[in-house]
């Protein structure tokens, strides 16, 4: 087992009440899962992962290989930046801090900024969805961002994510989410993947022959990155391919 499944399991236990709550958890009795939820949150962002799991262990009499702890960081990809900065204290900056890039974000977008980041975490999030574990989406989104969301109101959120923006990008994600889930009805894949990890020639060669594009002056590469490749729609495509069903 690595690190990310420890922490996934002792978690899941106390949250369920199969474990008692560790040294340096303390939840409260009479309140509601809704208040236990929101005090494991805080309570587990100020211990770590690292510090969560060695609590976990030592209930259990268990000690846990030092590898684990040492090896197993450089394996969470992604998922690691996020958590390292509530384990490690932050040393006082020598200079002003810069601005914090997820100011202005939506929570939800914060999350899928965290999930974008490791593939597995994109394909857990997939299952989880796929699956509407409630309780799963709950972890994935205390590790990742440190918020209780609902996967409900993600998905809504998420499917209508246009709704939210600019007529330009309105109309990039509506034209390119016609034209790419078009080439995977006919088995283009390739060509899929291809634009998803922006390959320009893949899409400057598509612009030419796509209904969708070919009488669009507007649909140039810069255009298709700007509004759609950074934003969320690559990962909400991927989901619907994978068969995440979204809200009507």
Known sequence: MTLFDYYLQYMTEVWEGKRPAPEGITLPEDGDEAARIQALGRQLQAMGMAGFVRACAAQDGTVLPE?????????????QFFLQGAEMPEAAPERPATPDPDANKHAFEVFLDCIAMDDGLVQYLIDVLKRMDRKEFFKLSQITTKL???????????????????????????????????????????V?????????????????????????????????VQHYLDRDYPIRLIMRLNGVKFPD
Do not use: I
């Open 67 to 79: 590898e684990l702890f040492v090896t197993e960081s450089s394996d969470l990809g992604g998922l």
């Open 148 to 190: 209780d969301l609902d996967p409900e109101e993600f998905l809504y959120w998420l499917g209508r994510r246009e709704l939210y923006a600019g007529e330009e990008e309105q109309a990039c994600a509506a034209m390119m989410d016609h034209a790419l889930l078009r080439l995977a009805e006919e088995g283009r894949l390739d």
């Open 192 to 224: 899929v993947a291809a634009l998803l990890s922006g390959d320009q020639k893949t899409f400057e060669a598509l612009r030419c022959e796509a209904p969708e594009l070919v009488h669009a002056p507007v649909a140039t590469y810069d255009w298709y």
